[in-house]
């Protein structure tokens, strides 16, 4: 076991390969510190790059980062603007360690309400990163699960009638394969930091067999020590996948229903 794992007292067969992460509690974290509310999404930008270089270190497959779901169009103008800018900065400003560090950068959600600068940006990482195969980080923006699974019914109606696909051919894996997410492994771990225990149309589909973890710290203070923590108790919960816990002893921690299928990292698709 390399001298990472052994520091941080984690076991890289127990490990999840794909974490969502609902980063909540930014605004909370700046009120009670009397700061404005973006102070506490600045604070947010730290700990994301902070969780994707230990995500890195851990060598996890897939990490989903809910940065501003279809809801939040709703807030205030101000903080919605305040929060694309954010966004701007960092796909300006983490570009060169994304690609040094053998990163793929995917970006999920509804791009048709992004902006056009912010959309070419997001792009033109995704295709700059493609051939990487490290982390996958995925960026979740203006993203709702209900609308991502309504934009793949659509897709799969459109391959339907042009006779691409048949109605009998439609199996869990080939919707799947028309999601945001599509070529990445279900979500193993889901965590939510702040306290609320709710799942925000984070990834419905893709958390089918997710284990949840709720972190009373708020987004700005989720720290690597806090990110190992929970992935220590990742490992030590057993995941039986409908089965008994006889039948688990047998198998490998990680055997989901179709999670053991191999990985298939495909292209990455437009809007
Ligand atoms: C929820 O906290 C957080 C958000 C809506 C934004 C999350 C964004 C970032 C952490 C920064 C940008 C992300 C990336 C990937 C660069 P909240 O504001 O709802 O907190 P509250 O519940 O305390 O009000």
Same mark, same amino acid.
């Given at each position: ?11 890289p ?7 969502g ?13 009397r700061? +404005? ?17 230990? %995500?890195?270190?851990?060598? *996890? /497959?897939? *990490?989903?980062?809910? =940065? ?15 929060l ?10 983490e570009?060169?360690k ?6 793929r ?7 048709g309400? *992004?902006?056009?600068?912010?959309? =070419? ?5 995704? /295709?700059?990163?493609a ?20 934009? =793949?019914?659509?897709r ?10 048949? +109605? %009998? ?15 990445? +492994?279900?979500v ?5 930091t702040s ?8 990834? *419905?589909?893709?958390?089918?067999? =997710? ?37 688990? /002893? ?6 989901? +229903?179709?999670a053991?299928?191999?990985i ?8």
């Amino acid at each position: 076991m390399n001298e990472f794992f052994q520091n941080w007292n984690l076991d890289p067969l127990k490990l999840p390969r794909h974490v969502g992460i609902i980063m909540d509690g930014n605004g909370r974290w700046a009120t009670s510190r009397r700061l +404005p509310r973006v102070a506490g999404h600045k604070k947010g930008v730290e700990r994301v790059n902070e969780v994707t270089e230990f %995500a890195t270190k851990c060598s *996890l /497959q897939a *990490l989903t980062l809910y =940065a501003f779901s279809d809801e939040n169009w709703r807030r205030p103008e101000e903080e919605v603007s305040a929060l694309m800018s954010l966004l701007r900065w960092y796909l300006k400003a983490e570009r060169n360690k994304i690609l040094d560090n053998n990163i793929r950068f995917r970006l999920i959600g509804d791009r048709g309400k *992004l902006s056009s600068d912010i959309l =070419a940006l997001a792009s033109a990482l995704e /295709q700059e990163s493609a051939g990487n195969t490290g982390l996958n980080l995925c960026v979740a923006l203006s993203y709702g699960s209900r609308g991502e699974i309504l934009r =793949a019914v659509r897709r799969v109606l459109e391959k339907i009638e042009s006779h691409e696909l048949y +109605p %009998a051919d439609l199996d869990e894996q080939t919707f799947e394969d028309h999601l945001d997410t599509s070529g990445l +492994p279900s979500v193993d771990m889901v965590i939510r930091t702040s306290g609320e225990q709710r799942i925000s149309n984070f990834l *419905l589909w893709q958390c089918a067999y =997710a284990e949840y973890f709720f972190e009373s710290a708020p987004w700005p203070d989720f720290t690597s020590e806090i990110f190992a923590g929970l992935l220590r108790r990742f490992s030590d919960r057993e995941r039986r996948f409908g089965r008994t816990p006889e039948q688990v /002893q047998q198998r490998v921690q990680t055997d989901a +229903p179709r999670a053991a299928t191999p990985i298939r990292l495909t292209s990455v698709k437009g809007s």
